[in-house]
C-alpha cells in the first residue's frame, strides 16, 4: 500500500532540523526533578521540591503492614502499584542503556529516583507468596475532593490479593521492575541489586503460578477500573519480567521461557504498542540486543518483531506505519497523548543505539535505514515537546519561557503547606480548581499530557487529558534528554 501524499509531508518535516536550540541537559536535570513532586511519604533532608511535605504516613495501617512511601501517579493522591512498577523500570532502563549519556550527578540523581520506587515496591511484595499489594487510597473518594496531599482526609484503605488470586500482570511489572533495577543498582549498591533481584525471581513466580488479570478480583477491579485495568491482559507481562530476568540473570530458564511462550503469549500482535498495560514492543527491543551482542537464534523472533515496529516508522515501507500529528508528533488515539511519544520514542532510541554498536542498519524489505534515521525521529519528538511544535510553548513545565501554567495537579494548583497551612477542604478545593489563577507551585519538568491530533492544546487544570502529568510520561524522557544532552548537535 503507497503512502499517502499527507503522509510523506509530515514525514519529511520530520527529517528537517528544527528551528529551536534547546537546553537538553536543562530538560534532563528538571525531567528527573519532576519525581520529587510525586513522593509519597516522609521527605527526605535532600528534598528539592520545596513547596512538598509529608504525606499519608499511616498508609497500608488498614492491612497492618507498611506502605508509606513511593509515588503519586498523576495529579491525584492516588498510589497505584501497576504504573508505578512500570515507571520503576523505565527508570532502571534509561540507568542502564542511557549511562554512559549521563553525568555522574544526573546518573546518581536518576537513581535517587528509582530508588524512592523500588524502596517501595519491595514492599509491596513483602509477604509474598502469599499477598501481593496492590493499591492505596480510594479513586472514588479521592477524585471527589481537589486537595494538596499533605491534607488529605479521604480513606487511605490499601488493597491486596491474597493466593491464589491472579496478579500475573502487576506481578509480572513488579517482576521486570526489580530485575532491571538490580542491574542498575549493580556497580553502586551491589547488596541492595541482590535484594532486588532475588524478590524479583520470586515476584515472578507468583505471577506465572498464578495466571490472570489483577483485575480479574471484582474488590480489586472496583477499586482500580477504569482508571489502570489491565485492558491488553496479562501474559505481555509474563514475557516483560521474563525477559528482563533473563538480562539480569542470564538463566536460560527464562530463555526457554521465552521461547516456548512468544507465540502462545500473543507476542505475533499488539508488537506496534508500548506503555503501561501493553509490553509488546518493550519485550521485542529488550531481547533483541542479545541477538545484536550474542546472536542467540532461538531467540530471533522477537529481533524480527522489533524490526517490524521500527520499519512503521517510516512511510515508505510495506506494512502498517505509525501516524504523525501535521506538526510531526507520533500519535496514537487516547488521553494524554504524550505517554505514548515518550514510549515509543524510547524504543526507537535505543534500538538505534543497539544497531549502530553493533554496525548494522535497520532492513525493511527494498529499503535500509541508518541508526541515524531512527534518531531524527525520535530528536524531532523531543524538540516537539519542547517546543517546536504548532503552539509554541513548551509541554514540560519549567522548561523555556512559555509552558502551561494551569496543570491538572492537586499538589500544584493549592498553595504549599509551607506557606499556607491551614488545610484546604474537599470542597474548598474545588474552587481552586476551576480558579482562572496560575498554579502557586511549580512542577518543574513535569511533561504533562500534550497536544490532540491537529496539535491543538487547551491548557487549563480543568482539561485532564490535556494537561495531567504523570510518573510513566516522564520516565522514558530521561534516557531521551540523556541521550542529546550528550549529542547536542545531532540533527
Known amino acids: 500500500m503507497k503512502p499517502s501524499f499527507f503522509i510523506l509531508t509530515v514525514f519529511a518535516l520530520l527529517l528537517l532540523p528544527t528551528a529551536i536550540p534547546h537546553d537538553y541537559s536543562d530538560a534532563l536535570r528538571k525531567s528527573i526533578l519532576f519525581f520529587e513532586g510525586q513522593r509519597s511519604g ?45 515507571t520503576a523500570t523505565m527508570l532502571a532502563w534509561s540507568s542502564i542503556d542511557f549511562r554512559s549519556y549521563m553525568s555522574q550527578n544526573d546518573l546518581g540523581h536518576n537513581l535517587i529516583a528509582l530508588k524512592w520506587a523500588t524502596d517501595y515496591l519491595l514492599k509491596t511484595v513483602s509477604q509474598l507468596p502469599n499477598r501481593i499489594f496492590v493499591q492505596v487510597g480510594e479513586t472514588k473518594a479521592d477524585h471527589n475532593c481537589w486537595e494538596r496531599p499533605e491534607d488529605m482526609d479521604t480513606p487511605r484503605t490499601a488493597f491486596a490479593l491474597d493466593a491464589p488470586d491472579p496478579a500475573s500482570d502487576l506481578a509480572g511489572e513488579i517482576a521486570a521492575a526489580l530485575a532491571a533495577a538490580s542491574i542498575a543498582f549493580k556497580q553502586s549498591r551491589p547488596k541492595y541489586s541482590e535484594e532486588l533481584l532475588n524478590k524479583a525471581i520470586e515476584t515472578f513466580q507468583y505471577a506465572d503460578s498464578h495466571r490472570g488479570c489483577y483485575t480479574d478480583n471484582p474488590n480489586v477491579n472496583e477499586a482500580v477500573c477504569p482508571f489502570y485495568c489491565s485492558v491488553n491482559g496479562y501474559k505481555d507481562e509474563l514475557l516483560w519480567g521474563a525477559a528482563w530476568l533473563r538480562r ?30 501493553n509490553k509488546y514492543g518493550g519485550v521485542n527491543v529488550l531481547i533483541a540486543k542479545e541477538i545484536f551482542e550474542k546472536d542467540v537464534s532461538a531467540l530471533r523472533a522477537y529481533k524480527d518483531a522489533a524490526e517490524e515496529m521500527m520499519c512503521a516508522y517510516f512511510p515508505e515501507t510495506s506494512g502498517p506505519h505509525m501516524s504523525y500529528t501535521p506538526g510531526g508528533l507520533l500519535y496514537k488515539p487516547g488521553s494524554s497523548q504524550l505517554q ?12 538505534a543505539d543497539y544497531l549502530s554498536k553493533s554496525s548494522q542498519q535497520l532492513n525493511c524489505g527494498n529499503h535500509q535505514f541508518p541508526p541515524d534515521s531512527l534518531r531524527r525521529i525520535v530528536k524531532r519528538q523531543v524538540d516537539y515537546v519542547l517546543g517546536d511544535n504548532p503552539m509554541k510553548m513548551s509541554y514540560m513545565v519549567g522548561y523555556g519561557d512559555e509552558y502551561p501554567r494551569q496543570i491538572h495537579h492537586r499538589g500544584a494548583s493549592i498553595p504549599s503547606v509551607k506557606v499556607h497551612r491551614k488545610a484546604f477542604g474537599c470542597v474548598q478545593g474545588w474552587n481552586i480548581f476551576a480558579s482562572p489563577n496560575p498554579d502557586p507551585n511549580i512542577l518543574v519538568g513535569a511533561v504533562i499530557g500534550g497536544p490532540d491530533v491537529d496539535d491543538s492544546f487547551i491548557g487549563k487544570r480543568t482539561n485532564a487529558s490535556d494537561t495531567e502529568p504523570t510518573t510513566y510520561i516522564n520516565a522514558p524522557f530521561v534516557g531521551l534528554f540523556a541521550y542529546f544532552q550528550s549529542n547536542p548537535t545531532f540533527s
Open 42 to 86: 516522609l521527605l527526605p533532608k535532600q528534598q528539592r521540591m520545596s513547596w512538598r511535605g509529608n504525606s499519608a504516613l499511616n498508609d497500608g495501617k488498614n492491612l497492618n503492614t507498611d506502605l508509606v512511601g513511593g509515588y503519586y501517579d498523576a495529579g491525584d493522591n492516588i498510589k497505584f502499584h501497576f504504573p508505578m512498577a512500570f
Open 340 to 351: 505514548n511519544t515518550a514510549a515509543l520514542s524510547f524504543l526507537l532510541l535505543t534500538y
Open 248 to 277: 539480569a540473570t542470564g538463566n536460560d530458564y527464562y530463555l526457554e521461557y521465552l521461547v516456548n511462550n512468544r507465540q502462545a503469549f500473543g507476542q505475533d500482535f499488539n508488537y506496534l504498542e508500548f506503555g503501561w498495560d
